[in-house]
Structures are given as C-alpha cells and as structure tokens.
C-alpha cells in the first residue's frame, strides 16, 4: 500500500500523550518525517522516540505557542532538519474553565483565546514560508503553470496542508462551555480567513472538530464520574454514546485518520472547511 504521506515533513504543534502521540506514530507509518513540539520537553522525546522505535523518523522540539519568540525557535529548528514543510497540525490545548459566563474570569479566557487561536496564528505566519516551499513544484515549474498542467492530466497540484483541531463544542451552547466555545469558534473563523489568504500560495488550511475522543483521559473522567454517581464506567459510556448516531464514541485514530487524509495529496481540493467527527452527534 502506497505510504499518503511519502517524503513529506509534517510539523504537530501541541502533541499530547493522547491524540497527538497516536497521530505522529500514524503520520510516521504513512511515510512522513515528524516534528512533534510542544510545552513538555521531555513528553515530545518520548513520543520521538517511539516514533523512532516503530522505524519512523522523528524531531522532537519544546515549544511555547504563547511565546512568539518559542515559536520562532522551534521553526529554526525545523529549518535546521529541512528547507520544507508540508503539513502543519495545531492541536495546542488549554483546559477550559468549564463554569457560566457569569462566572468565569476574563483572564482565563482571553488566556484559552491567546493560546487556542493566536497561537495558531503565530505558528501558522512563521511556518508560511515553509509551507509555500513544500507546496512547491518539485520541477520548478511555476505553480500557476504547473495547475493548469496538472488539471490537463487530473493530477492533484502539489499544496500543502494546515490542520487546526477545533472542537464540537462549536454546534451547541451547552451552559459551562461557553469559554471553550469562544476560542474554539474564534479558530474556525482564523481557518477560513487563512484558507482564503494561503490559497493562492498553494497552502491549504482546514480545521477538524472532534467530539468525544475515547482515549486514556476520557476514560479517567468516565472512571471519575462512576465513582462520583455511582454505577460503571460502562454504564457512562452508554449514557454518553446514546447521544451519538452511531451508538458509540470515535478512538483517538478515528481523529487521527481525518487528518490524515487532509494532511494528504488526496484532499488537494479541500481548503477553507470544518470536518465534525463526533460518530453523529450533530449533524453540519
């Protein structure tokens, strides 16, 4: 099976234990050099080292998406490993403060809002450069020239592919989730107006919007609120899953594997959208 994601670097800003560990170990199998980065030094050396273990290739880079100087740093590094990038993914997250607006403190807002969307906007203008490499012709060919060569044959043209990890929250206003909501909607919003601004430089930008990801932290709060109302972590699940077309929750790589695919030359088309994994919880 041919490997999606063959000699291309892709850059993942905000890689946790949890979706952004299964996604560097995915993203390395299909073929890619990873630069998984993110605020705990040693929690990146540890996913790079897997990706390592596993036959991948991997960097591995502390940085701060708050901290435009950090930023700058970490796209040094990369340039240091290669002249070009080909898929950035931002999933830098921050606990939100989950109360009513009433009651919750502008700091900490305008904190998730700094981190969840302008920091996507930092990382997003320092990689630019970068990422109009990797969507360049390998021939050297203009891209103007090299599209129109390439809608002759119906070969994708070469672009290359921004992913910002939104959430589902944008569909509902569920009370306690407001803060969350603000940030996360506000980076859908950066999405589209970057989509339109990178387009023509051959930069793609989307934007994914898990649901519930059925992953170690979820099933430790499942595991919590058993033990705070009684019942199972099973009877949890059930609660939570009946909301859900499918009856059930996505696993971490049933998030991973959109983006992916976005990430990949088989969405060369795809720009400027927001993509709900949520097994049918809402419908978009």
């Known amino acids: ?27 390395a199998a299909q073929g890619a050099t990873v630069v998984v980065a993110a605020r705990t030094e040693s929690r990146v050396v540890e996913i790079a080292e897997e990706v390592r273990a596993a036959g991948g290739s991997a960097i591995a880079a502390a940085v701060d998406a708050t901290d435009p100087e950090s930023v700058r740093a970490l796209r040094e590094t990369v340039e240091g490993h290669t002249d070009a990038v080909h898929g950035l993914v931002y999933s830098a997250f921050a606990v939100p403060s989950m109360k009513p607006l009433a009651q919750t403190d502008h700091d900490q807002i305008s904190r998730g809002i700094d981190l969840s969307v302008l920091g996507a906007l930092r990382t997003t203008q320092e990689f630019t450069p970068l990422l109009e ?47 969350y909501k603000i940030a996360k909607t506000a980076l859908v919003a950066l999405g589209h107006s970057l989509a339109t601004e990178l387009g023509p430089r051959g930069i793609r930008v989307n934007t994914v919007a898990p649901g519930y990801i059925y992953g170690e932290t979820l099933k430790a709060y499942f595991e919590h609120l058993a033990t705070k109302y009684g019942g199972t972590v099973d009877d949890v699940y059930a609660h939570t899953a009946e909301k859900m077309d499918l009856r059930r929750l996505p696993s971490e790589r049933e998030i991973v594997d959109p983006v992916l695919f976005l990430l990949s030359d088989a969405a060369s088309a795809v720009t400027g959208q927001t993509l709900t994994v949520d097994c049918g919880e809402f419908h978009t």
């Open 133 to 179: 490499a990797g969507a360049a012709p390998a021939t050297g060919t203009a891209a103007g020239s090299a599209a129109a060569a390439d809608s002759a044959t119906g070969a994708a043209p070469a672009s290359a592919s921004v992913v910002m990890m939104a959430s589902a929250v944008i569909h509902h206003s569920r009370e306690r989730y407001a803060g």
């Open 1 to 27: 099976m041919t490997e999606i994601l063959s000699n291309k670097t892709v850059v993942i800003v905000g890689a946790g234990p949890g979706f952004g560990r299964t996604l560097a170990l995915q993203a």
